[in-house]
């Protein structure tokens, strides 16, 4: 009488649970990276999705951030990435709860717009900045404080 065992042998499972172990181990850290540079990236793009009505608020003459008439009302989108106890809105926009918008500040023709992370964010981008500067000619420039492994190749 001839006996057939189906299955697998412990060493077997062993080392299929080995191997998958060895690929977590590798692929958690590279996810966590691209989670980090994916979320520095979306907001360093909804800052830069202001400097258009920035620009047309500066060459309008209006110098003053606000939702006044003759007022710059950037109108942001509140973002569940950026900090919602200081990115309170400057403008008309009502924000949902736990959201905040980039803030806007102008000083002699200088526009610094700044949007401090926070939120829903990754963990080692908490309180980090991404901020969009235009100097007195109109030229923008980005800057960071976010760590470089996180930072985005446009700023």
């Known amino acids: ?70 007022e710059c009302d950037p109108g942001a989108t509140g973002s569940n990435l950026i900090d919602a106890t200081i990115g309170v809105s400057q403008g008309a926009v009502v924000l949902q709860p736990g959201t905040g918008v980039p803030q806007v500040g102008i000083a002699g023709g200088v526009v610094t717009v700044t949007a401090t992370i926070g939120g829903t964010a990754f963990s080692p981008l908490l309180t980090k900045e991404v901020i969009w ?16 492994i996180y930072k985005s190749r446009g700023c």
């Not at 990276?33 to 800052?47: A, F, W």
């Not at 500067?133 to 470089?148: E, F, H, K, L």
Request: glycine content about 8%.
């Open 1 to 70: 009488m001839k006996q057939t065992h189906y299955g697998f042998t412990l060493i077997e499972l062993m080392i299929v649970v080995a191997i998958i172990g060895i690929l977590a181990a590798i692929a958690l850290p590279q996810y966590q990276t691209y989670m980090g540079r994916s979320q520095t990236t979306r907001v360093m793009e909804e800052v830069s999705n202001l400097r258009s009505i920035i620009e047309t608020c500066m060459n309008d003459g209006r110098n003053t951030i606000g939702a006044a008439p003759g």
């Open 133 to 148: 500067t235009r100097s007195i000619n109109g030229s923008w420039s980005c800057s960071s404080t976010v760590d470089a």
